[in-house]
């Protein structure tokens, strides 16, 4: 396999970080912030620079390259796989009024037969992840691992690009399917954030409006624990996320993160960014900054378990902006814990998104859709 890596800053324009540039490469990851990709004739620049028909572009909440995290610009990684071949596929949300037939429809194109790896990038805006992660669980043969995420606007919340060659823009859901007996994928997710304060039951809720705990409105139970944090919601809101408990799992292995992204101040209720269905259980989290940054490096010791001696090729690191907005200047360090597990040789590319979509455990094939999580997705060509 061969991997080439370049950043494109506003204030320094192309920089090569790893391997030699080629003309003709099976795939082409582009992790940029909104603004870049804004401009047309950037992915025009991009198309016209290499034969590949799978070019997947990002907006993000942020780029991850290396050791690194920065803002605006982009980073390309290409890749030419020595035997291995991908499959990709591009969707629009308002391709048809039932959003079930868009992933439907999307994932036909992807060759199901011999599926190693399924990776799904969707509008963090527009797309609901908990409802691609369902549509696709059930319908990806059974053993095939999905992961991904929510593409992003950093904090502005206000349009997400999204797309596949010269496809970018709002509403798209791209899928990239893996393929090769001599390629090995492996996966971790990890958040790691306290909690405290008793469980409560969701008694009210449609979708991702959370109305009740307990009886209780939902906005009311909020400001009762965050005390005098409470007049800065929706922003400490970020800070406090809950851990969810799905009816029938059990096991502290089954909780799913939640991030509470605004209010309602007329009718006391929550947006989170997932589903918080009636009947699940729910607990309030807190930052812990050196468990955050712990969570990190879980989630690639997760991701490299089953790999035992074999070094990966690469990662695709996908965590959450909630984790960057709380670690601030700190952000570096949960990527530094990454790559204290897999060494100095492994590439990494990635970006924080508005959600993570990953099974909870390397021994689970059922993904589900994740806030406030570090992603990591392994590969290695034998």
């Given at each position: 396999m061969k991997i080439v890596q370049k950043t494109w800053k506003p204030e320094e324009g192309w920089k090569t970080i790893v391997g030699d540039d080629m003309e003709v490469v099976d795939l082409i990851l582009v992790f940029s912030d909104r603004g870049t990709l804004q401009d047309s004739e950037m992915?025009?620049?991009?198309?016209?620079s290499y034969k590949c028909d799978?070019?997947?572009?990002?907006?993000?909440?942020?780029?991850?390259?290396?050791?690194?995290?920065?803002?605006?610009?982009?980073?390309?990684?290409?890749?030419?796989?020595?035997?291995?071949?991908?499959?990709?596929?591009?969707?629009?949300?308002?391709?048809?009024?039932?959003?079930?037939?868009?992933?439907?429809?999307t994932l036909k194109k992807i060759k199901l037969d011999s599926l190693v790896h399924l990776m799904v990038l969707a509008d963090g805006l527009l797309i609901n992840g908990a409802d691609v992660a369902r549509v696709l669980l059930a319908n990806v043969p059974e053993g095939v691992a999905i992961t991904g995420g929510m593409t992003s606007d950093g904090?502005?919340?206000?349009?997400?690009?999204?797309?596949?060659?010269?496809?970018?823009?709002?509403?798209?859901?791209?899928?990239?399917?893996?393929?090769?007996?001599?390629?090995?994928?492996?996966?971790?997710?990890?958040?790691?954030?306290?909690?405290?304060?008793?469980?409560?039951?969701?008694?009210?809720?449609?979708?991702?409006?959370?109305h009740e705990f307990d009886g209780e409105e939902a906005l009311t139970v909020y400001k009762k624990y965050l005390g005098d944090k409470a007049k800065d919601l929706p922003q400490s809101g970020l800070?406090?996320?809950?851990?969810?408990?799905?009816?029938?799992?059990?096991?502290?292995?089954?909780?799913?993160?939640?991030?509470?992204?605004?209010?309602?101040?007329?009718?006391?209720?929550?947006?989170?960014?997932?589903?918080?269905?009636?009947?699940?259980?729910?607990?309030?989290?807190?930052?812990?900054?050196?468990?955050?940054?712990?969570?990190?490096?879980?989630?690639?010791?997760?991701?490299?378990?089953?790999?035992?001696?074999?070094?990966?090729?690469?990662?695709?690191?996908?965590?959450?902006?909630?984790?960057?907005?709380?670690?601030?200047?700190?952000?570096?360090?949960?990527?530094?814990a990454v790559r204290g597990v897999f060494g100095n040789d492994v590439l990494f590319t990635g970006f924080y998104s508005y959600g993570e979509i990953a099974p909870l455990l390397p021994t689970d094939k059922n993904c589900r859709l994740h806030n406030q999580t570090m992603t990591v997705t392994v590969f290695k060509e034998k």
């Open positions: 992915i025009k620049e991009i198309n016209k799978n070019i997947v572009f990002s907006s993000t909440a942020g780029n991850i390259v290396k050791e690194m995290n920065f803002d605006k610009g982009l980073t390309l990684t290409a890749f030419k796989f020595d035997k291995s071949s991908i499959v990709t596929s591009v969707g629009n949300k308002d391709d048809d009024a039932d959003f079930d037939k868009v992933v439907l429809n904090f502005d919340f206000k349009e997400v690009y999204t797309g596949l060659n010269n496809k970018v823009g709002n509403g798209n859901l791209v899928l990239i399917g893996f393929y090769g007996d001599d390629l090995l994928v492996s996966y971790g997710s990890f958040g790691d954030w306290d909690a405290f304060g008793p469980e409560r039951v969701i008694t009210k809720s449609k979708g991702n409006v959370l800070y406090f996320p809950i851990a969810l408990r799905l009816k029938g799992d059990t096991g502290d292995n089954k909780e799913m993160v939640r991030t509470m992204m605004t209010i309602n101040e007329k009718d006391n209720s929550l947006l989170f960014a997932g589903d918080v269905p009636e009947g699940a259980t729910a607990r309030l989290m807190i930052a812990n900054f050196e468990h955050l940054i712990e969570g990190a490096s879980q989630a690639a010791g997760l991701g490299v378990d089953l790999f035992k001696d074999q070094k990966p090729d690469f990662a695709i690191l996908i965590s959450c902006m909630g984790r960057k907005n709380v670690l601030k200047d700190r952000t570096d360090e949960e990527l530094e």
